[in-house]
């Protein structure tokens, strides 16, 4: 198990931050301060966010009415979640642009309320909460399936509103699950480039991401510049995860799990 952590994951950040030393910290964030890489990282993980928080309340909502209902095409519903990690990113970049296009089938309804999806920052957004959403909802439907209903039916008998209930008793079980789901979307969409690209119209300083720039300057051989951008990256995406153990502990032990 820990030959293939090292091969898999290890040694490829391992080479990334020995390249990085090799070319020194002073060299490196010259690299990395100009304003177009700026914009592409901003992007990158603003939008990224935006994603992930989005899959974390619409994640925990499609995961509830699955576990909790039963209904015509349930089954049809649980099986399209995993249709992300079936389909290659391209074709669903290419799918999406397609849908929202100002010629698309949906491009077409949004233009006359003034919406543009493709080719701006909204249609990243959808990208990523289509590769997103099933790390939330297939993280979350098996702790809400352990959840008993007598849980919140002895709630409700104790006077306790619906809401009060969910914000009470279902939430606390429910949000190292959730933590993890967000964590896992996060770090997903900050990496993705195939259905992004088509979909984002790649204009510097507006709908440009951080992968898309580390490709452009490994065509130009530009490794040293790749490099810096894919250390900034890593940089910033550590400390995103940090902060959100750091929260899934303190979750943890507020409801006594450790």
Known sequence: ???VLSIVVLLPIGALLGRGVMIGPGELWEMVNSRRIWAALTLSF???????????????MLAW??????????????AAVDLPFALPTAVAGISLTALYAPNGV??????????????????????????GLPFVVRTV????????????????????????????????????????GFALALARSVGEY???????????????????????????????????IGIAMLVISFAMLLAINAIQIWSRRRIGLV
């Open 194 to 228: 195939g259905s992004v690209i088509f979909i984002a119209g790649n204009l510097p300083f507006q709908t440009e991401i951080a992968p898309l720039l580390i490709v452009i300057r490994l065509e130009e051989y530009n490794y040293d510049a790749a490099t810096a």
């Open 141 to 180: 439907q098996p702790v809400i399936e352990e959840i008993d209903r007598e849980v919140e039916e002895v709630s409700a008998t104790l006077g306790a509103h619906r809401f009060y209930t969910l914000r009470k008793v279902v939430l606390p079980m429910l949000t190292p699950a959730l933590l993890t």
């Open 65 to 78: 009415v699955l576990v909790r209902y039963r209904f015509w095409g349930r089954k049809l519903i649980d």
């Open 1 to 3: 198990m820990m030959a």
């Open 46 to 60: 603003r939008a990224s966010l935006i994603a992930s928080l989005f899959n974390l309340v619409f994640g925990l």
């Open 106 to 131: 949906f491009g077409q309804v949004l233009a006359p309320f003034g919406i543009k999806v493709a080719y701006s920052e909204i249609g990243i957004w959808m990208a990523l909460i289509f590769i």
